[in-house]
């Protein structure tokens, strides 16, 4: 039998994560490692048009698919980028799970590693704005 992954939304909170940042993702209750956080989704889209669209709420799934969550007003696309998150993403038969990668505690914001296409190209040139020491995405996991 499959798991069933379900988000539930009274979990969340959408708020600037400081004055002058843009929205982030914040829980409500507490997440133990290993605990499904949420699901990405949004419109399933060809890489080939997800090209040409660009944005930046664009989650690839594989070599031919990626979502696009702009038009969904879907709360994942608020978790910001941690070079030293609390979250992992995980492919799961086409869909976009976030998994608690420790436990998150009640009024903490929700984050994952964008990877490094993503930093190199968008994060690292305005300056990582996490609250890492080191940054550089998956490079400076501990």
């Not at 992954?5 to 600037?16: E, L, M, N, S």
């Not at 994560?17 to 949004?42: H, M, N, Q, S, W």
């Not at 709360?75 to 998994?99: M, Q, S, V, W």
């Not at 009024?107 to 020491?133: L, M, N, R, S, V």
């Amino acid at each position: 039998m499959s798991q069933k992954y379900t988000t539930h939304k009274d979990w969340f909170c959408v708020k600037r994560a400081k004055p002058g940042a843009g929205l982030a993702l914040f829980t409500k209750r507490e997440f133990k490692k290993g605990d499904f956080v949420i699901e990405y989704t949004g419109e399933k889209i060809s890489d080939a048009e997800a090209d040409r669209r660009g944005g930046k709420y664009l989650f690839t799934i594989n070599t031919k698919w990626t979502l696009d969550a702009k038009d969904h007003k879907h709360l994942a696309r608020y978790i910001n980028h941690a070079c030293k998150p609390n979250c992992e993403t995980d492919e799961r038969g086409g869909r976009i799970l976030i998994f608690a990668t420790r436990t998150i505690k009640p009024g903490e914001e929700i984050t994952y590693d964008y990877g490094e296409e993503y930093f190199d190209d968008f994060i690292k040139p305005h300056g990582c704005k996490c609250p890492a020491k080191k940054h550089g995405g998956h490079k400076n996991r501990d």
